[in-house]
């Protein structure tokens, strides 16, 4: 598929009466705005390129599927129909993403790993919104307020696990696709739970938003094909994480790449 046709297929699966667009060819961006709310977004087209060669079709229903979820929360927020303290949760991002809104609010955030920080969000069903220092007033609530119901909050998600064995090493998932999977590593009561079934290693990974791997690691081997998993799902998610993998011990994450260094 070619820029254009992929511009034309956004188009077509957006429509035209509520939205209005802007093709900026020497920048690969397209621009969509909400004719209702007059805002808008602006979508790099070669990074969807790059995901629909390798997932076709749903990687244009996922684009399609986020713009639209994005415009109807910012609906609901002119309506103030989302600040809700119950609705806070906990969201992983990799320590590159931006401190600051679009709009240049800072995010609320927390200190998690050297490759990982902690950001919080309002749940809006569908998705989520990303917590700045402009909505405190509206949530009436402090930093710490929001830090501490979040905490809570991640405590009450399922953490059902798909179990799969590789070369004498067992891989547990999280995969609820309710935007927190990656969010249950900040579960320790869930962790130390998974601890005590582990017979090696316990190694967890957050290569995107929307998968936690638990790996008990019992060969060397296991180290390679959790890397290997982790990549992969890393290359694949709309909202990548990290590459790299953590070891669990005494409650402390450690990245794997730094336990190799000092063997």
Same mark, same amino acid.
């Given at each position: 598929?070619?820029?254009?046709?992929?511009?034309?297929?956004?188009?077509?699966?957006?429509?035209?009466?509520?939205?209005?667009?802007?093709?900026?060819?020497?920048?690969? @961006?397209?621009?969509?705005?909400?004719? +209702?709310?007059?805002?808008? $977004?602006?979508?790099?087209?070669?990074?969807?390129?790059?995901?629909?060669?390798?997932?076709?079709?749903?990687?244009?229903?996922?684009?399609?599927?986020?713009?639209?979820?994005?415009? !109807?929360?910012?609906? @609901? %927020?002119q309506?103030?129909?989302?600040?809700?303290?119950?609705?806070i949760?906990?969201?992983?991002?990799?320590?590159?993403?931006?401190? @600051?809104?679009?709009?240049g609010?800072?995010?609320?955030?927390?200190?998690?790993?050297?490759?990982?920080?902690?950001?919080?969000? !309002? #749940?809006? =069903?569908?998705?989520?919104? !990303?917590?700045?220092?402009?909505?405190?007033?509206?949530?009436?609530? +402090?930093?710490?307020?929001?830090? %501490?119901?979040?905490?809570?909050?991640?405590?009450?998600?399922?953490?059902?696990?798909?179990?799969?064995?590789?070369?004498?090493?067992?891989?547990?998932?999280?995969?609820e696709?309710?935007g927190? #999977?990656?969010?249950?590593?900040?579960?320790?009561?869930?962790?130390?739970?998974?601890r005590?079934?582990?017979? =090696? #290693?316990?190694?967890?990974?957050?290569?995107?938003?929307?998968?936690?791997?638990?790996?008990?690691?019992?060969?060397?081997? =296991?180290?390679?094909?959790?890397?290997? $998993?982790? $990549?992969?799902?890393f290359?694949?998610?709309r909202?990548?994480?990290?590459?790299?993998?953590?070891?669990? %011990?005494?409650?402390?994450?450690?990245?794997?790449?730094?336990?190799a260094?000092?063997?």
């Amino acid at each position: 598929m070619k820029t254009e046709q992929l511009v034309e297929e956004l188009k077509k699966r957006l429509g035209t009466q509520k939205f209005v667009f802007s093709y900026n060819r020497k920048d690969d @961006k397209l621009r969509v705005d909400h004719k +209702t709310l007059q805002k808008g $977004m602006e979508i790099h087209l070669p990074g969807i390129l790059a995901k629909y060669n390798e997932r076709k079709g749903q990687a244009i229903h996922d684009v399609v599927y986020t713009i639209e979820q994005t415009f !109807l929360a910012m609906e @609901k %927020e002119q309506n103030e129909e989302i600040y809700h303290l119950s609705k806070i949760y906990p969201v992983i991002r990799s320590t590159s993403f931006p401190l @600051k809104s679009k709009e240049g609010h800072a995010f609320i955030t927390a200190d998690h790993t050297a490759e990982t920080r902690i950001f919080y969000a !309002l #749940d809006l =069903g569908a998705t989520y919104r !990303l917590i700045d220092e402009s909505m405190l007033l509206k949530l009436n609530a +402090t930093p710490d307020q929001i830090r %501490e119901i979040a905490r809570f909050s991640v405590r009450q998600l399922p953490t059902n696990t798909k179990k799969d064995e590789v070369a004498g090493n067992v891989f547990y998932f999280v995969n609820e696709n309710d935007g927190y #999977d990656a969010s249950r590593i900040l579960n320790e009561a869930f962790l130390k739970q998974m601890r005590e079934k582990i017979e =090696g #290693d316990m190694a967890i990974s957050v290569p995107h938003q929307d998968v936690l791997i638990i790996g008990d690691i019992r060969n060397e081997t =296991g180290y390679d094909v959790l890397a290997q $998993m982790t $990549m992969h799902f890393f290359s694949i998610g709309r909202v990548p994480i990290t590459s790299l993998s953590f070891v669990y %011990e005494n409650g402390e994450l450690t990245p794997i790449f730094i336990l190799a260094k000092n063997r």
